[in-house]
């Protein structure tokens, strides 16, 4: 059948502006209201007293593209980060322009959003000038992907860790910031070890390290990303590799061997690690084992504040 001849066998629909009609569409009522920004009224920003002073106010759950740098390669990588903008609201303050959040973000994303403290800083210190506010905190998370190679073949593949950096300026207090790093591991069970006759039951770990930076923490000496990520996978049983042929394989499964570990081993383990990095103030360290032959996971926790511990 030719195309004329298929397209007469067609049903005959109604226009589009009857087929809208048809499903409630109507026509547009009398405008009464003004349509120009100067003449409209702006709610947010009527001041009375509205009770109380709001910790935070802000957008959440923005997907934007970002560009990490890295002293690992890939050096220059482009990915998908969720961004969280919240500021304090006086008691005077009814709200916040939103849409400021989301100009200031756009206006960063034509000059290339870096995603490091740097920009993060210079970006809460504007955001905070254009809301009028004292302060403004921009929180970014994304996964941040590295290169990993297997330890006998050399072949190599793509690893990553999920990444979490937050900075808070304040007109009085400067800035603060902090970050958060998961990582994934293996660990195998020592208690499975000591009592078996053969093997031991091993499983897949993830690792979140949530540290606070001094104020002299400069990104240009070190990058802080390689250095959590090496004390998540050097404290564990072995590192996870995205590409494995037979020796590698090996080789992971005897260093697993003689590197057993509870999730309680690699939380004290781990924060041994942070405690010696000097650019860290306070940090808090989880493991949390997907376990192979039980049907929980296992965790651990510690926190630590090393100027609480100056200060006693």
Known sequence: MDKFKFNNHLKQLPSKQERLKLFGSVSPGPKTKPVNKCDMKDLQNVQKDFLFKLDQVGIDRVKHPVTVISKTHPNEQTTIANFTFTSAIKQTSKGTNMSRFMEQ????????????????????KE????????????????????????????????????????????????????????????????????????SA??????????????????????????????????NASARLHPVLKRPDEKMVTEQAYENPRFVEDVVRLVAADLYEMDFIRAFKVTCRNEESIHMHDAIASLSFDKLKEVGS
């Open 105 to 124: 973000l756009n206006n960063y994303h034509k000059k290339g959003f870096i995603a490091d403290f740097t920009t993060l800083k210079t970006f809460t």
């Open 127 to 198: 955001l905070a000038s254009r809301l009028k506010q004292e302060d403004a905190t921009i929180s970014v998370g994304f996964p941040w992907f590295f290169e990993r190679r297997g330890p006998q073949s050399n072949l190599p593949g793509l690893n990553h860790a999920d990444i979490e950096m937050t900075t808070t300026y304040h007109k009085t207090n400067g800035f603060s910031i902090s970050a958060s790093l998961t990582a994934s591991i293996t660990t195998l069970c020592p208690c499975s070890k000591e009592i078996s006759e053969y």
């Open 201 to 234: 039951h091993n499983q897949r770990g993830h690792v979140t390290m949530d540290v606070q930076f001094m104020e002299h923490y400069d990104e240009g000496e070190m990058d802080w990303k390689l250095e959590l990520l090496e004390a998540a996978e050097s």
